[in-house]
């Protein structure tokens, strides 16, 4: 058995004063008499200083008692007993989505966040759990995993429970609760999943637990609790023909979930310097706001950018204490400067001209012409550091950075394997909200032909043959595959071409003023680059310290949500990792979605998991008890005479 | 406001008075004897000569018959003075009616018995000591002011019967009949203040006033009872168990007094409650006549 509302146990605390009323004395009506000497000769029992009396058996304190105990056990609101039958096994999926870091109360270092509020609610859980009965923990992050395998020992559950962090955005529910229906599948004595999520995905969401029933916990409930605004984008350019070759413009865009507008500052400061810039925004309700702050930011004499960190605030003096709102995590935003201004990029192989003229165009790339071989030469003696374009064969291992491969002409690429060549390929999708496709719509473009890119890489553009570009990304860098050739395409006719080409050499100048590891979001393990075996570690933007040894070319560090910069050593090695969470859908901390059940049958029951306004019945019964109290106190004090 | 002066109680004083002479006639011819022996022509008892003595008064009829020298003794003709020892301690001023009521009826009539025979009379109140009292007089023509002085009376004080008594004592008054009239509420006691009469050759009367609800307590829940005089406090729940052993206790009390009153000699006269004033003298009348 668990209790909903454990603390109303505290009501049994009125036993107290309940046996007090029995224990002490009478408030006794004065009587003048001629003397007591009599009186004091007769009682001398009455003449003891002690303001207790004996404890005797009463049928009322007895009957008072009851009632006061059986009062709080309700107000406390057990449950379990019918839900969960000796024997049952419970899974518990706890959604670790980035809106569960926030808070009831305005985000400050010691408020209460949703994800704690339902880590608390599952140890409530555990502790109820009937004889028999069983637990296991699936996280709903990004992506689901078992926390625990279905088990009763309390010291087990407790080492999961304090190891859930907020992973980052998104949580894949659905995935969550198909993954513990599956661990809970079959259990002899019953089974239910109980999901904590504070609703704050978008739309509806389908929880199929088979014929395993789904109850849907809400943490977070709360009305003001849910106001946020979060900085939800932020790009740093290096403003071009400004009149100092630093100067930078930087980009952001805040949007705002609240019922009322705001007054915020925007300030941008160079990390381990000052402020550069700052700006009063005023951001209506459910408003989105963008504004361009120019600041020179000059990059390092390795030609790395400054890293320059936006921040919301309150007021202009202390940037640093946050918006005040519902999340921090969305408050602030590192992000890489322009570094170098001009990027190398490597031609191999015969590029196509619409591709050579666009690169040319670019006032910040610095263009090279070479060949496989000689590219092989120059990458063994030092990676190279800027951005490689094959047209046509490709090297059977992929360099070290970043590279854009053009109509590839082997079977395969990087070891993606590719498919044979289809004529007039239809358009049919394309990933919008991929930085290369920024601005990019490709409705109306014809293609005389196409390759297809199999080996399950993320497809960039799909065709109706299927992805004809796709994105291979690597511990030290990443390659985009155009399985196609631009200028056997209309698409060079067209503005977003350029566009694309732009972006692509974005993103590779972004990754060499990163220093070399992927940005991400919040939550994400930092994935570092480093020979076999090599220790790397890590500082959080907390300060704590993490470890972790390169297993194939790679060292994988698990981080909890914490946006900033990553401090990373790697040998003698010094380099750094961002993390931002940058996700609107996970700003916008109020509930929205809703719950739906599976095709399977399965019973999804939503509640809130503390209803503040829609259970009346505990004023009642408080009520009740008072009355009771008052009862006592009357029959104790009052009713003697 | 008074009680004593009004035409009612004179007529109950006065009722009183006739009632008194017709039950108790012949026994004193209207007068109280005393107890004292004198030099009258009335015989009343021998006495055992001790040196010293008046030697005409040995009875040598009795010597030639005894060969003993004995004492002719005779009954003193002389005034009988009547001392009223009123208690006006605070806790007379309790009960329904107030003791210190019953208590100066008492006085008032033992005065106006007095003072219409041929008697002197004396008011001594006290209280923890005494106070401004009323000087032995004589003739009914005083019943006027010793009844405004007792009704001028106001219950206040602790009680100390001792020491009042050391304190009338110390006047040296002629011995006399003392009427002691008090609830004899005295952590003190009230023996050694009684000894110390007698062995002055006083003749005291205890008249004892008690409340009706002193003599029997209704019952009446968590109380704390306070000492009217001292202020001390005692926590009680009148139930009936409680009131039984007060019962006991104060039935102890009053056969003690009484006890020791007959093993003195005195008389004891147990005066309130539902009890008339009257009934109360008449009591003593009957017992002393």
């Known amino acids: ?641 | 406001m008074s009680t004593l002066l009004d035409p009612a109680f004179l007529r109950r004083l006065a009722r009183l008075r006739v009632v008194a002479r017709r039950r108790f006639a012949g026994s004193a011819g209207g007068a109280r004897r005393s107890l004292r022996r004198g030099a009258s022509a009335e015989f009343a008892d021998h006495r055992p000569y001790f040196a010293g003595d008046d030697v005409r008064r040995i009875d040598w009829n009795a010597y030639a018959r005894l060969e003993e020298l004995v004492l002719r003794l005779y009954v003193a003709e002389e005034e009988l003075t009547l001392y009223l020892l009123l208690d006006t301690s605070r806790s007379l001023a309790l009960g329904t009616p107030p003791k210190f009521d019953v208590a100066r009826r008492i006085a008032a009539a033992l005065g106006y018995l007095g003072l219409t025979g041929s008697e002197r009379v004396a008011v001594v109140p006290f209280a923890g000591a005494l106070g401004r009292g009323l000087p032995p007089a004589r003739g009914a023509r005083r019943v006027g002011a010793l009844l405004r002085h007792l009704d001028a009376l106001t219950p206040s004080g602790e009680t100390d019967l001792a020491r009042a008594v050391e304190q009338f004592l110390a006047g040296a008054p002629r011995p006399g009949v003392v009427a002691v009239i008090s609830d004899l509420l005295d952590p003190g006691g009230y023996e050694r203040a009684l000894d110390r009469l007698a062995a002055a050759r006083h003749e005291p009367v205890l008249f004892h006033v008690l409340d009706a609800e002193e003599l029997a307590p209704t019952p009446g829940g968590d109380l704390v009872l306070v000492d009217a005089e001292r202020g001390t406090r005692v926590e009680v729940t009148l139930d009936a168990r409680a009131i039984a052993a007060y019962r006991a206790r104060l039935d102890a009390f009053l056969a003690g007094v009484r006890g020791y009153a007959k093993r003195r000699g005195f008389a004891y006269v147990l005066a309130g409650g539902d009890v008339p004033f009257e009934e109360a003298l008449l009591a003593w009348l009957r017992s002393d006549g």
Do not use: H
């Not at chain 1, 930087?250 to 507008?261: K, M």
């Not at chain 1, 941008?268 to 000052?274: L, M």
């Not at chain 1, 800027?386 to 109509?407: F, I, K, M, N, R």
């Not at chain 1, 006719?493 to 990163?514: C, D, G, I, M």
């Open chain 1, 1 to 641: 058995m668990t209790w909903l509302s454990p603390l109303s146990l505290l009501w049994a605390g009125l036993l107290v004063p309940l046996v007090a009323l029995y224990v002490l004395k009478r408030r006794r009506q004065a009587r003048e008499v001629g003397s007591t000497l009599l009186w004091a000769l007769a009682l001398r029992d009455l003449r003891a200083e002690s303001p207790f009396r004996r404890l005797l058996p009463q049928v009322a304190l007895a009957l008072q008692a009851l009632a006061l105990v059986a009062g709080a056990v309700a107000l406390a609101r057990p449950v379990g007993a019918g839900d969960a039958p000796a024997g049952a096994l419970l899974a518990v999926v706890i959604d670790t989505s980035a809106s569960m870091a926030a808070s009831a109360a305005p985000a400050t270092p010691g408020a209460v966040t949703r994800l704690a509020e339902a880590v608390e609610a599952v140890r409530a859980l555990a502790r109820g759990l009937p004889t028999g009965g069983t637990m296991t923990l699936v996280e709903a992050g990004p992506d689901a995993a078992v926390l625990t395998a279905p088990t009763r020992d309390r010291g087990a559950l407790e080492r999961a429970l304090a190891a859930v962090r907020v992973r980052g955005a998104g949580a894949d529910l659905g995935e969550a609760v198909a993954l513990a229906a599956e661990r809970v599948r079959g259990a002899p004595g019953g089974a239910r999943i109980v999901v904590f999520t504070d609703a704050a995905g978008e739309g509806a969401q389908v929880l199929d637990g088979g014929r395993v029933p789904v109850e849907v916990r809400r943490v977070g409930v709360g009305g003001a609790a849910a106001d946020n605004t979060g900085i939800v984008a932020v790009d740093v350019r290096p403003r071009e023909g400004a009149e100092s070759p630093d100067r930078a413009e930087i980009f952001v865009r805040l949007a705002r979930f609240a019922s009322r507008s705001a007054e915020l500052y925007v300030t941008a400061s160079v990390e381990g310097g000052g402020v550069v810039a700052s700006r009063k925004v005023t951001i209506s309700r459910d408003g989105r706001a963008s504004i361009v702050m120019a600041a020179d930011l000059p990059p390092d004499a390795a030609g790395r950018g400054a890293l320059v960190r936006v921040s919301l605030s309150r007021s202009g003096r202390a940037v640093d204490a946050g918006a005040e709102d519902a999340l921090a995590l969305d408050d602030r935003v590192v992000v890489p400067g322009p570094g170098a201004r001009r990027l190398p990029v490597f031609l191999v192989g015969p590029t196509p001209e619409p591709v050579e003229r666009a690169l040319r165009a670019d006032p910040g790339v610095e263009l090279f012409a070479t060949s496989l071989a000689a590219l092989a030469r120059e990458a063994s003696a030092e990676p190279l550091d800027g951005l490689v374009v094959y047209t046509g064969e490709t090297p059977a291992q992929a360099p070290p950075g970043d590279s854009l491969v053009l109509a590839p002409t082997g079977a395969a690429v990087f070891g993606a394997p590719l498919g044979p060549e289809v004529q007039r390929p239809r358009l049919v999708r394309w990933e919008e909200g991929d930085p290369r496709l920024r601005f990019v719509a490709l409705g109306e473009v014809r293609v005389a032909a196409a390759r297809t890119v199999r080996g399950g890489l993320p497809a960039l553009i799909a065709a109706d043959v299927g992805a004809v570009a796709a994105v291979q990304q690597r511990p030290a860098g990443e390659t985009t595959i155009l399985a196609f050739d631009p200028s056997r395409s209309d698409w060079p006719a067209r503005a977003s071409f350029v566009v694309f080409l732009r972006n692509v050499v974005e993103r590779a100048r972004s990754r060499r003023a990163a220093g070399g590891v992927a940005p991400g979001r919040c939550g994400e393990p930092l994935r570092i680059p480093a020979a076999e075996g090599a220790t790397v570690e890590v500082e959080t933007p907390g300060g704590a310290a993490l470890r972790a040894v390169a297993r194939g070319g790679l060292a994988l560090v698990p981080v909890g949500a914490e946006a900033g910069v990553y401090g990373v050593r790697v040998g003698e090695r010094r380099t750094f990792a961002l993390r931002n969470l940058l996700d609107e859908r996970e700003s916008d901390v109020r509930p929205r979605a809703r719950f739906e059940r599976g095709s399977a049958g399965g019973v999804v029951r939503a509640v809130a998991q503390r209803e503040a306004t829609a259970e009346l019945w505990p004023y009642l019964v408080g009520g009740l008890l008072l009355l009771l109290v008052l009862e006592a106190l009357w029959a104790t004090r009052a009713g003697a005479t």
